[in-house]
C-alpha cells in the first residue's frame, strides 16, 4: 500500500510554514491565475518551525488549495496561520461564487487527512452541501525549542557556538564567567549544559561536580 511505503521510506524534519506555504503557492501559481482568484495569505514571521514530511505535507497543501480555488473561482481564498497552544495552525477559507466549479471533493479530501496523518498533523474540514463555505484547519505540532546553556571564558567560543545554532531548534545561552552559571540556568532553565574544562577559577570538572549534587540540576 503507498500510505504504508510513505510512512516506512520519509522522515520528519524541521519545516518553517511559512517557506511550506510559499513554495506551495509557487507550484500552483498557474492555477491561481487560470481561476482568477485572489490568494490572500496572513502569516506572521514569529511562527515556529513545525515537525513533519515536506514533500507529504506540501502535497496535502496543495490538495486543500486546489479545491478552495475552484470553490472560489473569481473570487477570494483566504489562508492564514497562528500558534496555539504548541501547534501550528494553517487556515485555508474559500467562498464560492456563481461560476465556482464543484466537483466532489471526497476521494481526495481524504487522501489530503490520510497525508497529514502521517505528520502527525490533524486536518479539521468544513464543507457544507457543496455550496457551502470551505473551510480548512491544518494543525501541526510545532517543533518545541531546546535551551542549551554553554559557560565558556573565551567569547570568540561563544559566538561560534551561537551562530552554529542560529535557525535550529536549539536555543542559545552564554555566558563566560562561572560564577553566573547557576543565574543563567534560573533564567534560561536549559535542558543541555556545554562546559569549558579550562575555565578560570572554577574549572569545568568543579562546576560539574557542583551540578550533580544538586537536586534541580543533577539530570
Partial sequence: HEF?????????????????????????????QSMSARVKVNIPDS????????TILRQALINLL???LHIGKNGSVELSAAT???????????????????????????VTQQLVELSQGVLEIQYQNCRGVF???????????VTVLVIDDNQ???????????????QFA?????????????????????????LPGTDGWELLSRLKDSPETRQ
Fill in 47 to 54: 511562527l515556529p518551525k513545525v515537525n513533519g514530511q515536506p
Fill in 4 to 32: 504504508d511505503w510513505l510512512k516506512k521510506s520519509s522522515q520528519n524534519k524541521e519545516i518553517e510554514p511559512t517557506l511550506l506555504v510559499e513554495a506551495t503557492l509557487s507550484t500552483l501559481a498557474p492555477l491561481i
Fill in 135 to 145: 473551510e480548512a484547519n491544518l494543525v501541526l505540532p510545532a517543533l518545541q525549542r
Fill in 84 to 110: 496555539k497552544m504548541e501547534n501550528v495552525q494553517i487556515r485555508i477559507t474559500s467562498t464560492p461564487t456563481s461560476d465556482a466549479e464543484i466537483h466532489d471533493t471526497t476521494e481526495l479530501l481524504s
Fill in 174 to 198: 552564554g555566558g563566560h564567567d562561572p560564577a553566573q552559571m547557576f543565574a543563567l540556568i534560573e533564567k534560561h532553565h536549559p535542558s543541555i549544559i556545554v562546559l569549558d574544562v579550562m
Fill in 156 to 170: 570568540d567560543t561563544l559566538l561560534l557556538l551561537e551562530r552554529y545554532l542560529a535557525g535550529s531548534r536549539y
Fill in 66 to 68: 486546489t479545491v478552495a
